[in-house]
């Protein structure tokens, strides 16, 4: 099984970002954890993080055909990122979806997700633990297609 792990505008700066809504992990923590997760089910996870919308969509377009799901924090895209989107269902592979923040509780700008119809899970509010729920949940969903 070989996941693409995918994270959006702002996310390598985990660990600098207001603790309140992110917690004090790095991204590089948060892959160290999946990527034991990963192993215990003999899973490949390939890491791509951008802050370029485009960036992410052509990592998608090469890499999805050799791909069976995708974990995608999209940060703030989340909100407006419509090529995004589109090149999330074109992948026609499975999305779990997660944040560290639980964006039904924040600013209302965040209440907009433009990925909802075409995610299996979304999870959030668990700060890094979304990402670990998320990587089990995919998992599980893709052994059970
Ligand atoms: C985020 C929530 C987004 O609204 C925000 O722009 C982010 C991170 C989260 O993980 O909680 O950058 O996706």
New binding site residues.
Partial sequence: MRILVLN????NMLGKRYEK??GTVTLSDINTMLGKIAAQHNCKLVFFQSNHEGALIDFLQKEAGKSDGILV????L??YGYSLRDALVDTKLPIVE????D?TK?EDF?KIDVLDGIVVKRI?GLKEKSYIVGLEKLIKHIKNL
Avoid at 73 to 76: C, E, H, S, T, V
């Fill in positions: 959006g505008p702002n996310l809504h992110y924090n999209p940060g703030a989340t909100h997660v944040h560290l923040s964006i924040r965040r959030m």
